[in-house]
């Protein structure tokens, strides 16, 4: 740990601030060392970006953190298959195992291990190949699929005894039965069984993707499921491998404490998804779910004002409560991103949207923002002309205008004297919040002051 200052320096050059990147891994370090993260490196990932593999996982044991990485190696086992001259087949996405099969795959996997191993050693991580012990199997269909397994019991045993020892435990994928039978397991498969054993804070599926993608092929930076997962199951283009991948997501986190989440990667960006607030992947968490209320009567008014602050990191007009008259409020159910409209000229006007940076993180102001969407076919709102999110707002607007203070922007407006009156309207409402007055929470805002 002596090390971690030089450390912290080198990752905030190309990620975030000292006390976003301290925040999380004072997080990260307050729980028990099992449970920090389980982190599963597919076999293709393995193959294609080991250096980068090792250099993320190195970098975690250098700031005291000690994650349980799980491995599988499907495209060196279909290789070694095809050298030795046998028939691969697969039933349901599984392989079917022969003994002769069974054999190759438990060198391939041993072999991959020790590659791993050695790469940390060389970054001056010690590690510990796990080849056994741990998954406890029983056969699935031996007629249908021979020698696979599906995981009965995990013994953590060599996984703790590798973490008191700093090593970073790396676990391959092979179940055992009772009778000490050799078994091959799916990689999803056991590290889904590790995490309902251990726990973790974080699951982490490093991918070549680097997350889930939309339907754009960009990847999706956060879902948050109580809001999102029937919404995206309803999406055209999510089907097949996504579709499959979501559910099995959602059944784990369901399984999980609500401080877990799970995070989909590439290995060059396991750092980044880690340790800041906008993440560089997909973060999927149970998530919040967003209320909505027609006033403030049965709200907590000072947990309101204490988000507002926090989000916009300026000082909100103390009466501000009290003196606007709500259309439609949106509150996310642990007050952590919440959205005022008012009724202006006869339509919704967005008076406040505020997210605290964590909540961005986690998916919860699009989340916001797709509610207000579903409800509100038209709206029009202002931000302040140097605010980071406009850029957010540019997307999600039909139309802009820039005023030298404010940018007004709309949707659902087609008429060009509405759009007139609406903008006229926007720029002349009183501010409510301190443009010059940070009250000092260091958090990052969004939204409409």
């Not at 076999?43 to 000690?66: I, N």
């Not at 190759?104 to 796990?130: F, G, Q, T, Y």
């Not at 406009?390 to 820039?402: H, V």
């Amino acid at each position: 740990m002596n090390s971690m200052p030089e450390v912290l320096r080198n990752l905030l050059v190309n990620l975030a601030d000292r006390s976003e990147i301290e925040r999380y891994l004072q997080r990260f370090t307050s729980v028990d060392p099992t449970q920090f993260a389980i982190v599963k490196v597919g076999g293709g990932v393995l193959r294609d970006d080991l250096d980068e593999v090792a250099s993320a996982l190195a970098f975690l044991h250098r700031v005291g953190l000690c994650p349980i990485v799980v491995h599988g190696a499907g495209p060196q086992l279909d290789s070694a298959i095809e050298e030795a001259a046998l028939e691969s087949k697969r039933v349901d996405g599984m392989r079917v195992t022969s003994p002769e099969i069974l054999n190759i795959m438990r060198r391939v996997i041993h072999a991959e291990s020790l590659k791993l191993v050695d790469a940390l050693v060389e970054r001056n991580a010690p590690a510990r190949p796990i080849g056994g012990g741990v998954f406890e199997a029983s056969w699935i269909d031996g007629e249908r699929l021979g020698m696979v397994g599906e995981v009965d019991r995990v013994h953590l045993e060599p996984i703790t005894a590798a973490i008191r020892a700093r090593q970073l435990p790396i676990v391959a994928c092979v179940g055992e039965t009772t009778s000490g039978q050799i078994l091959n397991l799916n990689a999803d498969v056991a590290a889904r069984s590790l995490a309902l054993a251990v726990k973790p804070h974080k699951l982490v599926f490093l991918t070549p993707t680097g997350g889930l993608l939309n339907e754009a092929g960009a990847v999706i930076p956060a879902i948050n499921l109580a809001e999102d997962y029937d919404r995206l199951t309803l999406e055209h283009w999510v089907s097949g491998g996504m579709a499959l991948k979501l559910r099995e997501i959602k059944q784990v986190l369901d399984a999980l404490p609500r401080s877990s989440s799970v995070s989909i990667t590439s290995p060059a960006h396991l750092a980044g998804e880690l340790f800041t607030d906008r993440g560089s992947g997909t973060l999927v968490r149970q998530g919040e779910t967003i209320e909505t209320h027609s006033d403030l009567s049965n709200l907590d008014r000072e947990a309101i004002h204490a988000l507002l602050e926090k989000a916009f990191d300026r000082t909100v007009t103390p009466d501000y409560l009290e003196t606007v008259d709500p259309l439609r409020i949106y509150l996310a159910s642990d007050y952590s991103a919440i959205a005022i409209l008012t009724e202006e000229l006869g339509m919704p006007y967005l008076d406040k949207f505020a997210v605290t940076a964590e909540a961005q993180g986690a998916g919860l102001g699009a989340s916001l923002w797709n509610r207000i969407r579903e409800d509100m076919p038209q709206l029009f709102w202002r931000s302040r002309a140097g605010n980071p999110f406009n850029a957010w707002y540019f997307k999600k607007a039909d139309g802009s205008w820039r005023h030298e203070q404010w940018v007004v922007f709309w949707y659902g407006i087609g008429l060009a004297e509405e759009v007139a009156a609406c903008r006229d309207h926007a720029i002349n409402l009183p501010t409510t919040v301190d443009p010059g007055r940070s009250h000092g929470s260091g958090g990052r805002g969004d939204g409409s002051p």
